[in-house]
């Protein structure tokens, strides 16, 4: 009977030393670099690129043929799109790291002074909308169309 009560002490001394180690292992943070740091962030900015795809899209159908009547879908898709932009200006581009590391500030202040601009075109293109004024908003649209494709030549990692 004592080495009954000896074994299954052993045993469950034993399960709960593996048990310890595997939640010591799950709760102890990543020991990655600064790479994971940045791989976060380029996850997210990757997210929120692909958010404003579909409000890039709605606008751009919209403003083909618009209608007063899409009028407020298209102030709510100007909007989500300036929320997104103020939201993605302070994050790095995944592109970053293939910039060599005495360019890189520069590298992200060009980003960040892209963001505003492109910040600075969307509210004009709310302001057009503001007055219907398809024509002009239509006009500032493909101003926000050319600062969209230049950011992702300089910005957007081949990777993305």
């Not at 000896?6 to 034993?14: I, M, Q, T, V, Y």
Request: glycine fraction near 4%; charge should be negative.
């Amino acid at each position: 009977m004592n080495n009954i009560l000896k074994s299954a002490s052993l045993r469950s001394g034993f399960f709960l030393a593996i048990f310890s180690i595997g939640l010591v292992f799950a709760l102890t943070p990543s020991t990655a670099s600064a790479d994971n740091h940045e791989e976060k962030e380029e996850s997210e900015l990757y997210q929120k690129m692909e958010e404003m795809q579909g409000y890039y899209r709605n606008l751009g159908r919209g403003l083909r043929r618009p209608s007063a009547d899409d009028l407020p879908e298209f102030l709510n898709d100007t909007q989500q799109l300036q929320l997104l932009t103020v939201q993605t200006k302070s994050l790095i581009p995944s592109k970053t790291a293939e910039i060599p590391e005495d360019e890189r500030s520069a590298f992200i202040l060009a980003y960040r002074q892209l963001q505003l601009e492109t910040l600075r075109t969307l509210i004009a293109l709310e302001e057009a909308l503001l007055e219907a004024d398809f024509e002009a908003a239509d006009a500032v649209f493909d101003e926000v169309k050319k600062l969209r494709s230049e950011g992702h030549e300089a910005f957007k990692s081949e990777d993305d």
